[in-house]
């Protein structure tokens, strides 16, 4: 259903094809409106563009939940063909290196772009605000189980 035909970006005489993405991502409960740029560069497809959304998400610190403001870049590269050949032997991979292997597959899957994109721009933490003070805080001594029979050693004296 959101699938970029790799024939259809060749067909056009920039070898270009924009391609306007409004819609939810189910697995993740939220609205994204995607601009993107579909480019063939010979045996490689480069997908440029910005996307924008909100998600929903529960802070780490008080539990409540907040809309999370999506405003990103993409830059990705796909392989038309299969890179094992060339990349056999382990090699350590420099920046603007990293690219996505096709496999011979005859289109791009712009959903799943989108959304193993927006997972990696997820904040480790997620907390609902910069003064979020609400937090579950609690002390070591808290969380340790306390055990009554063990209390009569606390008034144990030890003279050296």
């Known amino acids: 259903m959101y699938n970029i035909l790799i ?3 060749e067909k ?3 070898k270009t094809l924009h391609y306007e993405f409004s819609d939810e991502i189910k697995e993740l409960d939220c609205k994204v409106d995607a601009d993107l ?3 063939s560069l010979g045996d490689f497809i480069e997908v440029k563009g910005h996307v924008q959304g909100v998600i929903p998400l529960e802070c780490d610190r008080c539990l409540n939940k907040f809309d999370y403001n999506l405003d990103f870049d993409i830059d990705e590269t796909f392989a038309k063909y299969s890179l094992y050949n060339e990349y056999a032997q382990e090699v350590e991979l420099q920046p603007g290196q ?3 292997d096709l496999n011979g597959k005859k289109d791009i899957d712009v959903y799943d772009l989108l959304y193993q994109s927006v997972i990696l721009q997820l904040p480790n933490k ?3 605000g910069i003064n979020c ?3 579950l805080f609690v002390s070591d001594e ?5 055990d ?3 209390d009569i050693f606390k008034n144990i004296k030890i003279d050296n």
Do not use: S, Y
């Open 7 to 9: 024939d259809d970006i």
């Open 98 to 100: 990293f690219i996505t």
């Open 142 to 146: 808290e969380l340790k189980p306390h």
């Open 148 to 150: 009554e029979r063990m």
């Open 12 to 14: 056009n005489a920039e």
């Open 37 to 39: 740029e579909f480019k």
């Open 133 to 135: 003070n609400e937090g």
């Open 126 to 128: 997620k907390v609902c």
